[in-house]
């Protein structure tokens, strides 16, 4: 497919130069439907990008599209604020009696705003309400947001350059396997809890991801996790899980930290909890964590109805018979067969993969060559983005609907174009 880069337009005139997906792929889109995206001059790409995560449900899922259009054409609220209305409550039952109540978990539901750095935010405020404390722990390669708090318990030297002032009260220890397994898990970090002269102050709480999409697709073992939430028991900490873009089952669970059978303090969801790209933030705590006065985090948008619509319905069709979850680990091994072919193709060098669910990267030791195998995989159709500190990793995130013959489309066009950048 030849692609032919839009002219210069409004976009270049008059848009931010803080613009960044739109550089990698040099088309306007103008529609959409399930796993694909048309540009205005009739070319069709195969989406494994999913919006960063927040489409999962794949683009205008019909059953979501049917319920917000039939919820807009009856006059339903659009904006509420925190106000009790018919939508929310629809949401808050059905997100009770299908993720909540199946899963044991007792979270009281806090709605903080309508992006993810909202929740975080939210989260590393009520920590530390609850705990007295300022600091916060969180690990290398995180991302969390890029709003000030956030920003303060991400890694990316970059993404924290932009914030202008010093980010404070956020402290990074090693993630899984930082040190190639040569160090013993949390020994850096239990010892500057112990040291009195280590000068890192009582943290209120740990936030971590169990996959950190942004930092490379770093993937925490189980046990890694189970030993974070003993060392916060008895360390006196909160531990906060960022399932922001983990969350609603990209790794197959509908929380990816099920597969540890731990159960975080707080947990905080964005993205696909909407079902069909709305904004919509959730922050979810233990019911003794409460200690919020009336009003004391608050926001204009935090009261998204046309989301907990569509949210609902997400729910509702995709959650209520643990069907979703079998399908997205069935679709998982699926990728896994096909990046080992890559790799042997290779020679094993200089490429590896890794990866859980429908959430996999592959990182190229020649760091610029990720960037190459995106760009060339847009010239044959397909969307790719780069993660990690150095964009050295190829991200695939396809959405959970995606079926097997269109996931076989993408990993052939991705296998080809890491063997047309070798």
Not at 43 to 61: E, P, V
Not at 65 to 77: H, N, P, Q, T
Not at 83 to 95: G, S
Not at 279 to 295: A, T, V, Y
Request: with cysteine.
């Amino acid at each position: 497919m030849t692609i032919t880069p839009p002219a210069l337009s409004v976009f270049q005139t008059l848009e931010s130069e803080v613009r960044s997906y739109c550089r990698g792929w040099p088309a306007v889109f103008d529609r959409a439907q399930g796993s694909y995206l048309h540009d205005e001059d009739g070319h069709t790409y195969l989406d494994f990008f999913a919006g960063a995560g927040s489409l999962n449900y794949g683009h205008n899922n019909p059953v979501l599209k049917r319920a917000l259009i039939d919820y807009i054409e009856r006059d339903g609220i659009t904006h509420g604020l925190d106000m009790a209305t018919v939508a929310k409550r629809n949401f808050l039952e059905t997100f009770e009696n299908v993720v909540l109540r199946p899963r044991d978990l007792p979270y009281k539901v806090m709605f903080p705003g309508p992006t993810g750095t909202n929740a975080v935010e939210a989260a590393l405020k009520l920590a530390r309400k609850v705990k007295g404390r300022e600091a916060i722990v969180s690990f290398t390669n995180a991302f969390h947001g890029m709003s000030l708090g956030s920003l303060a318990v991400t890694g990316n030297a970059f993404k924290r350059a932009g914030a202008g002032i010093p980010l404070v009260h956020g402290t990074p220890m090693p993630f899984d396997n930082y040190f190639d397994g040569q160090v013993p898990d949390f020994l850096w970090f239990e010892r500057l809890l112990e040291d009195q002269g280590s000068g890192l102050n009582k943290p209120a709480a740990v936030i971590v991801e169990t996959v950190q999409g942004e930092g490379g697709i770093n993937v925490a073992r189980p046990e890694w996790l189970r030993a974070l939430k003993e060392l916060c028991e008895r360390q006196d900490m909160l531990l906060i899980v960022d399932d922001i873009q983990m969350g609603c089952g990209r790794t197959g669970a509908f929380f990816s930290f099920e597969e540890a059978g731990i159960t975080p303090d707080i947990v905080t969801l964005s993205k696909s909890i909407s079902g069909y790209g709305l904004p919509m933030s959730l922050c979810l705590f233990r019911p003794e964590l409460d200690i919020w006065e009336p009003g004391e985090h608050n926001g204009t948008f935090r009261g998204n109805n046309p989301a907990f619509v569509t949210a609902a319905a997400a729910l509702t069709t995709y959650w209520a018979d643990g069907q979703m979850e079998k399908q997205t680990l069935a679709r998982g091994e699926q990728v896994e067969r096909a990046l080992l072919s890559v790799v042997e193709e290779c020679g094993g060098e200089g490429v590896s993969f890794r990866g859980r669910g429908l959430v996999w990267g592959m990182e190229f030791e020649d760091k610029a060559r990720a960037g190459r195998v995106c760009a060339r995989a847009f010239e044959l159709g397909l969307l790719l983005e780069t993660s990690g500190p150095e964009s050295e990793v190829v991200k695939l995130l396809p959405a959970l609907t995606v079926s097997a013959d269109e996931l076989d489309e993408g990993l052939r066009i991705l296998a080809r174009a890491v063997r047309e950048t070798a």
